[in-house]
Structures are given as structure tokens and as C-alpha cells.
């Protein structure tokens, strides 16, 4: 069993509709919860990370952590067409990062 | 510039032949990473580099060597390269900070093709 299980999609919504995205890990000594994105050709880059249970903001994104069920979401309200691209939930313990497989969102115009 | 940078960009080879994979960064980061991306399995740990004399093994470390040259420089071998090594290939960087999360620079990958 990976550390981090992610559903790998592919997804596919309507211009302005929310994306739901998430993990789950099964080492609960990990410590940070991050979410990157990676758009076709290129590398990934942050785009959150929180270390606690609860909610983070930014703009539209949503980061959400439960660790009692050691279970994390992304939430992208208004979704664009630019946030096409594929989202990696990555969890970090003693300064390595275990990676999800990646969601492929495509947002239709 | 990119801060991040490796060559080459794409690359195809045939079995059994020596590859070596470059990185270099300008971020004055200790930390350097070599993961590979497979389609359906994210990206996994070959090896990682806290300092240049610091070399530590990944999850998938077989079939693979690093060096090390210098802060900037962290080279990834396919000493005799297989096609299951077919991947795209992402070198990254990191300088944590205490009490926050590692956040890792990635290069745009290489894209490596074994027939």
C-alpha cells in the first residue's frame, strides 16, 4: 500500500464550477501537507501547504486537512480554464515528500 | 533564467547504454532531489542530497547512481539504462525554513525514452 493514495481521475468540470480534490495517507507522523500543480511539460510548484488540522484560504483555493482520519482535500471554487493542469497532494515527513499520484483537471470554457 | 534548470530536455537511448542526466540550480539551495514521474504513480524518490557530501537513497534507488560536484550540480546515471526506465525525470531544490513545510523547486524534467 502507497503512503499516499490519490484518485488519478482524469476530472473534468464546467468553467466556474468547484473542484474537489483529495488524499489519503496512512503514516500519521507525517507533519506537512502540501498541494502542488504541474501543468503539461512542466515541473511542479506549490501551490499550499498547512501543517494542521482545519482550513487554509488563498484566493480560491481551499486546503483542508483532517489528520483523526488522516484524509486531505483541495477545493477550487470558481474554477477557470488556466487551472487545467494536474494537482499532487504531497505529505512530508523529516524533510521528504511522499507524493500522491495526481488528479488531471480539465476546466471546459 | 530558470532557477532550476536540467539537460538534456528529452533524450532516447537503447538498452544498456550509460545516461547521465544533469541538474543545476542557481537558488543556493543545499537540498537536491531526483524523482521520476510515471503516469498513474506520481512522482517517487530516487535519491536526495542534503549537502555535497550528503547522499542518501531513495525509494527506488536501483538501477540508478548520483554525484554531487558541487552545491549547484547533482548528476543522476542510468549506468546501463533499461526500458522500464522509460520516465520523465524532475531534479529539485529545497531550503526549509524552521517550522515550515520543505517546499521543493522542480526543473521542467527530462524526458528519458530506454528502446
Known amino acids: 500500500q502507497k503512503e499516499v493514495e490519490q484518485d488519478p481521475g482524469p476530472l473534468s468540470v464546467p468553467e466556474g464550477a468547484i473542484v474537489s480534490l483529495n488524499c489519503t495517507y496512512s503514516n500519521s507522523a507525517f507533519q506537512y501537507f502540501m498541494w502542488y500543480r504541474q501543468y503539461s511539460r512542466k515541473g511542479p510548484e506549490l501551490l499550499m501547504y498547512?501543517?494542521?488540522?482545519g482550513n487554509k484560504e488563498d484566493g480560491r483555493f481551499t486546503a483542508q486537512v483532517d489528520k483523526s482520519s488522516k484524509y486531505i482535500s483541495l477545493f477550487i471554487r470558481d474554477s477557470q480554464p488556466s487551472d487545467s493542469a494536474t494537482y499532487l497532494c504531497a505529505i512530508e515527513q523529516e524533510a521528504k515528500l511522499s507524493f500522491g499520484a495526481g488528479t488531471t483537471v480539465t476546466v471546459r470554457a | 533564467d530558470a532557477d532550476v534548470t536540467q539537460t538534456p530536455r528529452n533524450r532516447i537511448t537503447k538498452t544498456g547504454k550509460r545516461i547521465m542526466l544533469e541538474c543545476s540550480q542557481t537558488k543556493g539551495h543545499d537540498r537536491m532531489y531526483w524523482y521520476r514521474q510515471d503516469p498513474g504513480l506520481g512522482l517517487q524518490l530516487i535519491y536526495y542530497s542534503f549537502d555535497v557530501k550528503d547522499i542518501n537513497k531513495g525509494e527506488i534507488s536501483d538501477g540508478y547512481s548520483v554525484s554531487r560536484q558541487a552545491q549547484a550540480k547533482f548528476s543522476l546515471s542510468l549506468e546501463s539504462a533499461i526500458p522500464n526506465q522509460t520516465a520523465l525525470y524532475f531534479c529539485?531544490?529545497?531550503?526549509?525554513?524552521?517550522?515550515?513545510?520543505?517546499?521543493?523547486?522542480f526543473g521542467p524534467g527530462t524526458r528519458l525514452t530506454v528502446l
Open positions: 498547512t501543517y494542521s488540522s
Open positions: 529539485a531544490t529545497s531550503d526549509p525554513s524552521p517550522g515550515t513545510g520543505d517546499e521543493q523547486f
